[in-house]
């Protein structure tokens, strides 16, 4: 009995360090804080020809600065392959994205600040041809942003950016200029 008082007395400091709180990434301040979505258009290219891509997101928004959410947009104009543009819209690009955003706002409540983006998913890309119809695959996309952003009110906000979207497959791989809207509790 003695030896078993004994170890149990010796174990006590690795009970008491049990006890402390785990490191976390989240801090226990840390708090939802309102919660918004984006509407926005973006201008860029596709195998060097103009691409035009409609698209939104949405999130949570923790402790004012940082977003949370996921999103998508899609090509809305008509993309040619380079050298096989003719009337009868034949080889033409096709791409949709979805995945997750995240953004960090660090002067959210100045009247003009900027914001840094983040979004990360799938790229639903593809070249519809006379000879094979429309063949797609998904591939990896990642696009950087950053954005300089207007407060119009309380729960409205105009913004502007550039970014650049990697792709798997390097013809859809290109540098965007964005302009949108976000509606929400920021």
Known sequence: MKKFTLILISCLPLFARAQQKPETIFKENT????????????????DGSFAHFLGGYGGVVFN???LVGAGAYTLLN???????????GDYLWRMTAIGSVV?????????AHFS???????AVTGLQTPEQGLRTK?????EPAVHGE????A??????????????ERVFSAPSLQFGFKFGSF
């Open 31 to 46: 708090r939802v804080t309102g919660a918004y979505g984006a509407v926005y258009d973006k201008f860029s290219s596709i």
């Open 155 to 168: 729960w409205c906000k105009t913004f502007a950016g550039v970014s650049y979207r990697l792709v798997q």
């Open 103 to 111: 953004e960090y706002t660090p002067a959210h409540y100045r009247a």
């Open 116 to 122: 840094f983006h983040c979004f990360t998913g799938v």
């Open 64 to 66: 004012q600065k940082l």
């Open 138 to 142: 998904g591939r990896l996309l990642i």
């Open 150 to 153: 207007l407060n119009l009110t």
């Open 78 to 88: 008509k993309t040619y392959m380079e050298g096989k543009e003719n009337t009868n």
